[in-house]
């Protein structure tokens, strides 16, 4: 079965500053990636994936991403930080199941304070 | 992507009562997914649902208590029956764009039951 850790739960970090939130997923096969924030009182928005090809993904809102099959990790990243940043981030694993379609395993969320 | 909505946004219901939520898309897809996400929690799935069969229910969620409707390629209800405070949640519905191989997900219902 799929399953995706995100070992940090809250992450204060100071506008301006970089972010790096961390995600390992297990899966068998070649994983489908994501990445999810959800702002206040939100649904989820999608920043980024990663299917193949390069290991290196560029998202939505200056976000990127970086696959490492070696360390089953797909950490998200963020050179410099902006207030509203402030959000609950999620990365999920997709088993392509062609009965089912995409099911998506969720991690259980990362919640970033930006601080002033 | 495709726009999604939900009704209600929100609600706060009695217990022992139940509640249908609405997930409408703008456009027609195959799969819808419906989520919970329980305070301070991440989002688990509830069911697949399929345009013109059953949904398909994953462990630990029953049709008796989370019934859906998928009438056509562009609507979704979820009905949670029996309600308790126990099913206070966002409740989420998603779809998926099979040419991206990618879920989008509404605004979510948040659901109070006292």
């Known amino acids: 079965a799929q399953s995706v850790t995100q070992p940090d739960i809250h992450i204060t970090v100071s506008e301006g500053a970089s972010l790096e939130l961390r995600c390992n997923y297990s899966?068998?096969?070649?994983?489908?990636l994501f990445w999810y924030v959800q702002s206040p009182g939100q649904g989820l928005q999608l920043l980024l994936k990663?299917?193949?090809?390069?290991?290196l993904v560029q998202g939505i809102k200056g976000f990127e991403a970086e696959f490492k099959r070696s360390q089953s990790s797909f950490n998200l990243r963020k050179p410099s930080v902006h207030w509203s940043d402030a959000a609950e981030y999620f990365c999920?694993?997709?088993?392509?199941?062609?009965?089912?379609?995409?099911?998506?395993?969720f991690g259980g969320g990362t919640r970033v304070l930006v601080k002033p | 992507s495709a726009v999604i909505s939900q009704k209600p946004s929100r609600d706060i219901c009695q217990r022992g009562t139940s509640l249908t939520i609405q997930c409408q898309v703008d456009?027609?897809?195959?799969?819808m997914f419906w989520y919970r996400q329980q305070p301070g929690q991440s989002l688990t799935l509830i069911a697949t649902?399929?345009?013109?069969?059953?949904?398909?229910?994953e462990s630990g969620f029953v049709i008796d208590k989370f019934p859906i409707s998928r009438p056509n390629l562009t609507f979704s209800t979820l009905t949670v029956s029996n309600m308790s405070p126990e099913d206070s949640s966002i409740y989420l519905c998603?779809?998926?764009?099979?040419?991206?191989?990618?879920?989008?997900f509404g605004p979510g219902t948040r659901l109070t039951v006292l």
């Open positions: 998603s779809v998926e764009e099979r040419e991206r191989d990618t879920q989008y």
């Open positions: 899966y068998g096969a070649t994983p489908y």
């Open positions: 990663y299917f193949s090809g390069d290991t």
């Open positions: 999920a694993v997709g088993a392509v199941l062609l009965a089912a379609g995409n099911k998506l395993t």
């Open positions: 456009s027609q897809v195959t799969m």
């Open positions: 649902a399929n345009q013109g069969s059953e949904a398909t229910y």
